[in-house]
Structure formats: structure tokens, C-alpha cells
């Protein structure tokens, strides 16, 4: 499995072929259980999504409904949706308490040295990363919020107008153009590692 | 007579932080903050200045912690009502990014109002200083400088801040709010279950799980209306973002905004201003909940603390409102509404709430005073509902009689306005829904400067404020009954009846109108027309029985008030159809006592005073039933009783002091005489029997000024010249 990095800058930024090759034979990170995640894709899976996710974060919380709706839509499409876990304090105990409170049964992956965020260049909880998944490559096609629900912190919308990751999955599911992001990812910092 | 009140339960406000952001955009600010984009001192070239400057810049121990308590940990703190803790350096560290995105924006903390433009206590809004030392402090990767100087973080008790209350009311059943969707608006009622009334100093409300509570609203159902609406529902809430009840049949206006947010748990009154809570009172919780992405139980608690001392002052709610012309077309950015409200009385403004929905964009009031001067009142340039609040002023605002009160709000119904519930906008109208519009800026009010025994100037500004609404609606039957009833209540009898009447041509079988336009001809002299209304409004209700107890219980008394003999069988009708009337069992008892039937008086208001035990009136005539049957200690008991719950009724004194006399206790008797006479100065009986009193203590003087006193009130009064004379002629 490799993942190719992409800057995304166009709205065609799937054609773009150039990639780069990282951390072929280190783990994505930790399962709630403590077993290295391997793979994040694998067979019949065309399409793999990333939400970077706090578990003290509330808007990243607040997204947890919508996250589940996505799934519900996409699981039998080849669609696999993970949460993933960046900050040193969401460790598996703490996760796990989070995911049963929140009812979450979507695959979780502690990424405990943020290579998935270096990897995907997020800054922000809750912020989706999509992939197309060919064979062992993983290519970002999609980076950014889930939706305009919230556009700053304090200004939220009733309900979202537009469904910016919904849109970039059912476009790579068609092998369409995959629009991007309309605003900003707007939630909480991903906090870094280093102290 | 009774009276409609329309009250917004209203909506929303204010959190403290509960939404976060990074933009992209600002990642300079974000947890790890590039060198080349910190303060000046990490710059090349800026030299030995900048690094001085960055040794010297805010630290958390010496500067932010001391902002964060003062203006953030209310909320934020473990178990508060904010999303996350501010209590350590480690939580600031946290949320540093976001402390200052939400602090530049003023998003946090919620403070609408501008400033300038009504002087309010409490004033949540930064300083200046304080927004740039939470900024200089992020951009400087938030040091925390020596722990040594950090300020004591303050400490929260997860009990009652203001100690175990009086009485805890608790939501009949845990709501579960889902986890998703929109915000949700709910009502719950809870019953005061007490038997007495109280006055309430106090209140503070826990909400069960404060982070997904905007802010809380309660009102007084005086009649528990509601919960009969809604007799299989009440105890789950009931969904609605506004409510209308009904106020019972005296004049008795809402006079406290009973408005929770979730800075100020605790809500105390003024001194000399409870509120109050009599027995079969609802209070309606109105939450605008906000999902948290899992399910949460709210199980809501409302502690009151009582205060004996009733109330000093009386305060009242009173708004502007332009409902009426809220028709806001699609696209249209710019809708605006006005309103205006001459003050028929001088007053104090004690509190302001301004209230709009979604689309509500620039709210503002002010007063024009009598000498033409412009006083702004409050201007809020972003309406949020989301943090909407009451706002109380630092020193009540005095306005004199003739200022001119006006509102002018502004909505946007654009889809730039992203509070829009619509995409793509609709036109939108007033209701009580979410996504309908409102257009009120509610007052609390304080008359002063009232003229002594000129009727409750309350009544006044209620009269006012209807007729101001009937101007922008006219033939809108609540103004028009609740102007009737404010006329009726200021002894304009003539206007009133008019007034009613006029109501009465849109429901001429509206049994409330034709009850209460018989009593407002009852007012005016005309008893032959008050009864005959008082019996349309019986056929009116038909076989609901229970519509018919108000006209009846008023032609009972009718009947009675002019010696009519079927006051009595009409008392008796009604008590059989409304058993649990405790009016009508103390009428018809006081008819009783009349015919000297004690024992059934005895057993008529000994049930009344089992369906409402504060009903003084019932204790005094209880108290005349046993002093006519003979037993004067079950007399002196049931008085004391009247007494406590009606300390300024100088009847009840006046009864207490004949009861006292009979039993021996004379000079008790004199002292209740004379508190009565404190009350009632211009009684010339009761000046007379104080002085037979002293008379009978041998305080001869006294007794000669006491019956002196009588004959001035009453130059005719004949048993104080008889007594005046025996006085002289004995001594």
C-alpha cells in the first residue's frame, strides 16, 4: 500500500499524476484494541475517507451523526470511512470511552505519530481526507470541512447547505471531477506532538 | 374577570464557547505557531528590542489565567456549561488557537449589546486590553511564565451555588435530545406542588447537562392552562419555541424576566422584588436545546428560595412588538419594523430583552424623552439567537411620563445570512416556530412617582400598551379583552363596558366576555345588565359546567350584594356544579352566617380551605362562623391565619381586635385596632370601637381623641356622639 501525496490546488487535482511514495512499511497507527493498522483500504474498497476527529473537540462531536449518515450511504459502495484520532491525549482508553458514548461503529485508528495528518496535511478537527484507493495506491482527492454547516467559530447555520465530502465521495465513486472544499475546515487545532 | 396574557417563553441565547474553529487561513495561530509567524522577536533583523519585548510579552501564570477566570471559567469548567475546562494552563494551552479566533471575533464571550448604548451590569464584553493579551499570548506560543504568581483558579461546587433551596422542582421525566438534527425548543412543565404561596427571592436552574443548553426561559402559568392542553403530553415537554397562556382572572402581569443562561446559574432579585408562586401554578421551562452529536438526558431542576417578605415593589413586562407586519419577502436583506409606546406613567427601566429569530439582524431600542433628547436603550448590530440574553441596567433608567419607548429591528432574508433556516430564502411571516420570525424588545418597568390611592398604575401601562397594540391590529381580541379588563380594573367602568362590548361583537357567545363585560356593568351601576350578561354567559357554556363557574359565582354575588333572596340557591347551584370552587363554597357560607346557619358555613369553608389553604378570605369568614357558634379560640385561630396571609387587610385586624375583646384580651384587642387604623386611617368605625376599647381600659383620654377623631371623619357617626357624650358626662 503506498499513499500518494498530492497538493491539492485544482478542481482536477485527481488527474494529476505525480505522487510520492511515504512510509511504505510503517503502520498507519493503533487500533482501540493496540494492533498496528496496516491497511486502511484492501479488497473491494475504491474509495477510503479520513475524519480527523477530537474527542474533546465539540463541533468534531456534533459531526458524529453526519459521519454515520455517510456511511450508511456508502458502506456497500466501496466506501470505507475511519475516524482517526491525532492528539496525544486521545489515547485508546479515552477513545474507546468516546466511541461507545457517541455510539461510533465506523473503524477507528489511533494515529499516534500523525502521520496520517502530515499525511493528508490536515490542521483541524473535525477535517475529512478523501482517497482513491487503486490497487496499493491511495490518492488524495479531496481535502478539507464536511460540510458548511459551520463557516467560523460562532457562525453556524441552521443546517448545512452544502455537503462538500458527501459531493467529493459520490464524485470519485463516478470517477467525476472531485469539487473541492468551499471554506475552510472550522473546529479545533490538532495538537502537535512536540511539548 | 379574566385577563389573556401573550408572553414569548422565547427563545434562545447564549452559550459560552461552544463552537470552535481553525480556519485554514489562520494556521499561524494554530497549536504550533511558525517562528516566522510569531511576534516580531523571532523576525530576523528586529534585534535585541523584539527579544525584550518577547520576555516581557503576557504569560499565562502573570496575565491570561487571571482574564480567563474573570471572564471564561464561569462556563468553562469541569461539569459547567462550556465544551471544555479553562481551569489549568494545560486547558489554555489546549484551546489557546481557538481562545483567540473566538475572542477577536467577540464571538466569546457572549456579549450582544453594543457598548455605548445602555449602561448594563454584567457586562460580559472584553476589554480591549484583555482581547490583545489572549492574542499577544497565542502568537507568543502561549508561555506560561512562573507558576509562583499564578492566580488561584476559582472553584466550582457541583451543589446549589446559593445553598440547598426552599423547594426543588424536578421535570416530571427525563427528555432525551438526539444526538443530530437541528436545535431543538422544548417546554416542560413542572407544578408548584405547595399548598401555600410563596414569594421567591431566588431561583436557579440545572438544566441536567448544561453544554447542550442555549438558555432557559420560565414562565408562570397561573392557571396551569397548559398543562391541561395537554393532559397525556405535559410530562415529556412539550415541543414549541413560544408559548401563549392563559393568565387567570385577576390583574396580574408578568413581572420577571425568569431567564436562564448559562453564565448566571443563579438569579436573584432585587430586594423588595420576589416574585410569586401560589398553589396550582405551573412553571413552564422553555429550553433551546442544542444536539451534541450523541443522545443526552436533560433532567432539569429548578430551586427556588423563598423569602416571607412579599413583594415592595411592583415591577411589570411590557413590550414593543411589531409581529403584525412582519411579512419578509425572499432575498430581501434589508426588512425593517418599527414600533413606539408613550409612557402614560413615570417609570424605571430596570431590564431589557430583545428577542428575534433567525433572520433578526440589527435590533435596536431607545427612548425620546419629554424634552426631545434621544436615550438609547440597547443596539445590538448582530442579533445572534443563539446568545441572546436579558440585559439589566447598572442603574435603572428613570423615564418621565410622555417619553416615547421605540424599537426599529432589521432581518435579513438573504441566503448571505447564514442563519437563514431556508435555502434558498422563503418568505417568512410571524409565529411561534423557529423558522418564523418575531419582533419583540420586552421591559421590565418599575412605576414611581404613583399618587397615594390612585389605582395600580400598572393597570395604566397595560391599557396603554393594549391600545398600542390594537392600533397595529386592530379588532385583535387579546388586546381588546386585556384593555377592556385594564380599564375595568382602574374603575373606568363606562369605558370599559364599552370596550368589551366591542370585543363582544366578534364572539358575542364568548363566555369569558360576556362574564366579564357583566362585571365591568356590575362596576358601572348597571347590576339588572350585569346579571343579565352573567346568565348569557351561563347558557353560553351550556353543559360545560366547568366554563359556567365564573358567571355564576359573579351572579351569585350579584344577587347577593343587592339583597336579592336567589343569591343563595344560585351559590348552591354553582358549588354543585364546581365543587372545588373555593370562591363559591365561602359565598354561599357567608350567606350561611347571614341566616346564622354556622354549622353548614363551618363545613362549606372548611372545604374550601382544603382546595386552596391560602385563601384568606375563607379563614375570615371561618373565623365569623365559630365566633357566631360560640367558639371564639376556633375564631382567634382561623383570623391569625387570614392575618399571616393577608398582613395589610385591616378587616382582618378589625375582626381580631373584636375577637381578642370578646375573650378578655383587651389591650391585644387595642393594639389590633390600631393596626387596623394604620391601614385604614379614614375609618370611622374602627376609630370609634378603638375608643369604646380604651374606654373599657380606663384610657379615658385616649378614648375622647379616638371618638373625637371618628366625628371628624363622620360628623354624623351616631354611636361615636352617644359614646363621646357618656364619656363626658362619666368622667
Known sequence: MRICLLRITTLLCFVVSACALLHAN??????????????????????????????????????????????????????????????????????????????????????????????????????????????????????????????????????????????AISATLADKPVPQSGGPPIGCSIVSLQK | MKRIRSIAAVAALAACIVLLSHPRDSTVYGANPRPSQAPAAASPGVGKLATIRSQSGPTWSGDVASVLYKNCATCHHPGGAGPFSLLTYADARRWGPQLMTATQSRFMPPWLPEPGYGDFADVRRLSDHERDLIKQWVLA????????????PPRYDANWLMGKPDLILKVARPFTLPGGGTDAFRNFILPYPLKQTHYIRAMEIRPGTPQVVHHANITIDRTGNLRRQFPNDWQNGIAGMELMVDAGNRFDPDSHFLFWKPDTPALVEPAGMPWRLDPGNDLILNMHLKPSGKPETLDAEVGLYFTPDPPAKQPMLIDLERDDALDIPAGDANFVVDDSFTLPVDLEVLGVYPHAHYLGRDLQGWAILPNGEKKWLVWIRNWDIDRQAVYRYKEPVLLQKGTVLHMRYTYDNSSTNIHNPHSPPVRVRAGNRSEDEMAHLWFQVLPINVQPGAPDPRLLLEETWMRNRLRKTPGDQVSLYNDAAALAGEGKFAEAVSAFEQELNQSPHDVRTLTALGAALEGAGEWQQAQQRFRSAIDAAGTDDASACDPRFDLASSEFHHGQPEAAAEFRTEVAACPEDAEALTGLAQIEIEANQSTQAVQHLTTAIRVDPSFADAHEQLARAYAQSGDLQGALAELEKAAQLKPDDATVHSGLSQVLAATGSLQQAIDEQRAALKLLEDDADGWNNLGVLEARTGQVPAARDAFQHALRLDPQHPQAKSNLARLQSQN
Not at chain 1, 491497511?39 to 477510503?48: A, H, M, Q, T, Y
Not at chain 1, 451523526?65 to 466501496?78: H, Y
Open chain 2, 141 to 152: 506560543k502561549m508561555p506560561q511564565g512562573d507558576p509562583a504568581v499564578a492566580p488561584a
Open chain 1, 26 to 167: 510503517e503502520p498507519y497507527g493503533l487500533n482501540l484494541q493496540g494492533a498496528t493498522v496496516q491497511e486502511l483500504g484492501g479488497p473491494g474498497i475504491r474509495v477510503v475517507v479520513l475524519i480527523f476527529a477530537a474527542s474533546d473537540c465539540p463541533i468534531s462531536n456534533r459531526y458524529v451523526p453526519e459521519i454515520a449518515r455517510l456511511n450508511r450511504e456508502f458502506t456497500r459502495q466501496g466506501v470505507r470511512i475511519w475516524w482517526v484520532f491525532p492528539n496525544p491525549e486521545d489515547n485508546s482508553s479515552t477513545v474507546a470511552e468516546h466511541n461507545h458514548a457517541f455510539a461510533i461503529t465506523e473503524p477507528t485508528v489511533l494515529d499516534i505519530r500523525q502521520h496520517l495528518v502530515h499525511l493528508a496535511h490536515v490542521t483541524t478537527t473535525p477535517e475529512a481526507a478523501v482517497f482513491r484507493s487503486s490497487g496499493d495506491v491511495l490518492r488524495e482527492v479531496y481535502r478539507g470541512r464536511i460540510d458548511d454547516r459551520y463557516l467560523s467559530i460562532g457562525q453556524e447555520r441552521p443546517q448545512p447547505q452544502q455537503h462538500d465530502l458527501e459531493a
